[in-house]
């Protein structure tokens, strides 16, 4: 390696130190340190454009323009509050029961932005009910994280997974979703035994809550129904789009296009509010980043340092990747932790061929995304949980969420391998 | 400018008696009327000036009235005063000056500083005492200047603004705050530590305690009927000190601000008090209605 590699190597790790340890705003830095890369020549312009994967892009936007639009008509506030009801107000059943619906619109909405339209309700009930909504926070953080791993729309990671290897929504439900679906399982009993005895309220609690009317919580049934005809087919484009040969990012911005249409307003800044521009920059200067790296031909120098290490075993390279990616996402943001090992997958891939590097992608992405309830910091849901419960006074303190999210962890990492070595070897 | 250069001896008038407030004023209008040019008919300024009479907020309990109106194609300032032999009634107070006001409709400044002045001369009750008994125009305007009256030039917030106002400490409880803005019918209160300014309290700010962050993340509450913090507020509203609960100051006028600046900082700030300073002391409270009673409607 000559000495542009090492000053790359360098500001690369600098940068992902910074990410973090979160020392500066990780977009902030990421956008620098992919500049530096193209001022100093690591990477060239058009190539540092090119390496951008604008199917990311694009899916991230157009979701949170669709979310972003239905959140103001009411309707997920609405299923929470009908699952507390279903519930009889019962507080470890509403637990359990919002942590499933967390998990559900987790697997179709970003995490973070689905803890931001729960959590708030969720310490509503919690306090109406006079609990603590601690329980309820913490299991609907990593509900997030879970669900979020089932889809290919469901979490970043899994975004630019599909995206890179050219893995379709359906490839996505058969291969994760039915795992994602037992580790949920086990992670409802794990917090069932873990909170059971917190959950206990009187009679006059429960029906305060059972006061609450969802229905008045609809505020444009007119948009509402929009949103719902919409987001239906923008579903049902995920399901085919892999058959259409089209694009994730072309049927959810198809579908996002439609719905500005149909809200009928000629201003459409107030909808274009809803997008994480910060985060929407975070990906663009990763990107440059690591194409900068692969450019320099980095990664596939680690791809063949840990080709040697398993000795090109793929059951071996497997289980390695879930562990590995399980544990540097507890600490880590696996966003680009997934960056930089989609061009190392994809070297591995070309040396040992497609079929058989299929079950490292999916080794990934379910490493990555678990991994993410190993510590309070794994991953964003769980920091905006706990930084929703901080602002409304309650306190989730690293240790609290880290002595259930190692367990639960744990148990994800352990059922995931068992799958990944059932199903594929 | 001195305020006795904006009078003339013929618009001042001693010692007869009136009836009633009406009659004093068609008196002083008549007489300003004569002896200027004035392009409407005395019935039309008549009508204005009693119309904005009617609407009440021109007597002063030191004493003094200041029926006034703006006219329609009128640029100029007339100024007419009248000292009746014995008080006249008025809004419930006992008026011993009347200073009729004609104004063109869109001045405010001169308009403003010499009622202003006016006001202040009716607060000084040797001054004022000594005028209303100085039996001639001619001893009037004397008084006037040796006393050096002086109209400002541009008007300030310290004009306008409220003189005494109540205010908190940082040990009140909650209940105390709530209790001075019921009395007092405002909806803000300055905190204050030896006369500086450390803190604000508004009404929202005493809901916003019952109000905990994660309600505002919900989109709507209609689906509530009642909320279990709002009603703790009620509970703990005797244990709550006010410096838990009140906001640091970060907007302020100064004595010599503008109007315009305090409007300014209204809107853009969405308030509805500031404080004015003085150095570190609050000396008043400019309330958005301030301008509204004495600058847009004045």
Redesign the interface.
């Known amino acids: 390696m000559n000495l542009i590699t090492w000053t790359a190597l360098g500001i690369f790790v600098l940068v992902y130190i910074i990410i973090s340890f979160e020392l500066v705003n990780k977009t902030v830095i990421a956008l620098l340190g992919a500049m530096v890369f193209i001022a100093l020549h690591i990477i060239g312009q058009e190539d540092a454009f090119q390496s951008i994967d604008w199917n990311v892009i694009f899916l991230l936007i157009s979701m949170m323009v669709i979310v972003g639009i239905t959140k103001s008509t009411g309707l997920f506030q609405y299923v929470a509050i009908k699952t507390a009801k279903a519930a009889k107000g019962d507080p470890i059943r509403i637990l359990v029961a919002l942590s499933g619906v967390t998990a559900l619109f987790s697997a179709f909405l970003d995490n973070v932005t689905t803890i931001l339209i729960i959590a708030p309700v969720t310490i509503l009930i919690a306090v109406e009910l006079g609990i603590s909504p601690v329980p309820f926070l913490i299991s609907e953080a990593m509900a997030s994280n879970i669900g979020g791993t089932a889809t290919l729309i469901g979490d970043p990671p899994n975004i630019m997974i599909g995206s890179a290897a050219r893995l379709d929504f359906m490839a996505f439900l058969l291969n994760l979703t039915p795992i994602i679906g037992i580790i949920f399982l086990a992670f409802v009993g794990i917090v069932y035994l873990l909170f059971r005895k917190d959950m206990v309220v009187t009679t006059e609690r429960r029906a305060r809550v059972m006061e609450f009317d969802e229905s008045r919580s609809i505020e444009n049934p007119v948009l509402l129904r929009k949103c719902l005809i919409v987001l239906g087919f923008v579903i049902l484009g995920f399901l085919l789009h892999g058959m259409l040969q089209v694009e994730a990012a072309t049927i959810s911005m198809l579908g996002a296009s439609v719905l500005l249409l149909l809200t009928g307003k000629h201003e459409i800044d107030e909808y274009f509010r809803d997008i994480e521009w910060g985060t929407i920059f975070f990906f663009i200067g990763l990107f440059i980043l690591v194409g900068g790296i692969v450019e320099l031909g980095v990664i596939r120098l680690l791809a063949q340092k840990l080709l040697a290490v398993t000795q090109g075993n793929m059951k071996l390279t497997a289980v390695l990747l879930i562990w590995a990616s399980g544990i540097i996402s507890a600490i880590v943001d696996n966003i680009p932790y997934v960056a930089t090992m989609i061009p190392m997958i994809k070297d591995i891939a070309s040396s040992v061929g497609q079929e058989a590097s299929f079950p490292l992608w999916w080794s990934l992405a379910l490493g990555a995304c678990l991994g993410g309830n190993g510590t309070l910091v794994g991953a964003s849901a769980n920091v905006i949980a706990a930084g929703l419960a901080s602002k409304s006074g309650f306190k989730i303190t690293f240790l609290d969420f880290t002595r259930y999210g190692v367990l639960v962890t744990l148990v994800s990492l352990v059922l995931s391998t068992l799958y990944v070595l059932v199903r594929y070897f | 400018m001195k305020l006795a250069s904006l009078l003339s001896e013929e618009t001042i008038c001693f010692g007869k008696s009136y009836s009633n407030m009406e009659h004093a004023i068609r008196e002083t209008l008549s007489r300003l009327h004569k002896s200027h040019r004035i392009p409407m008919p005395l019935a039309e300024v008549e009508k204005a000036v009693l119309e904005r009479q009617a609407l009440g907020g021109t007597t002063f309990p030191t004493g003094i009235a200041v029926p006034h109106a703006r006219l329609q194609n009128f640029s100029d300032l007339l100024i007419g005063v009248c000292v009746p032999q014995t008080p006249v009634e008025s809004e419930g107070q006992q008026v011993r000056m009347v200073v009729l006001m004609l104004t063109s409709k869109t001045e405010t400044t001169l308009y403003l500083n010499a009622l202003g002045s006016f006001l202040k001369v009716s607060q000084d009750s040797s001054l004022f005492d000594a005028l209303c008994k100085s039996g001639s125009a001619s001893n009037f305007l004397n008084l006037l200047k040796q006393a050096q009256v002086e109209v400002r030039k541009e008007i300030t917030v310290q004009t306008i603004m409220a003189t005494s106002f109540p205010s908190l400490s940082r040990s009140d409880t909650v209940k105390r705050a709530a209790d001075l803005f019921y009395q007092h019918s405002t909806s803000y209160l300055p905190v204050l530590e030896e006369g500086e300014l450390i803190g604000e309290l508004t009404v929202l700010d005493l809901f916003r305690i019952g109000l905990?962050?994660?309600?505002f993340?919900?989109?709507?509450l209609?689906?509530?009927?009642?909320?279990?913090?709002f009603e703790e507020l009620l509970r703990k509203e005797e244990v709550l000190r006010v410096e838990e609960v009140m906001k640091k100051p970060t907007l302020f006028l100064e004595e010599d601000s503008s109007i315009i600046e305090a409007v300014f900082k209204f809107v853009s700030s969405n308030r509805r008090h500031l404080p004015v300073l003085k150095g570190k002391r609050v000396v008043g409270i400019l309330s958005y209605m301030h301008i509204l009673h004495k600058v847009l409607r004045a």
């Open positions: 905990p962050d994660y309600v993340k919900l989109g709507n209609k689906f509530l009927k009642t909320l279990e913090p």
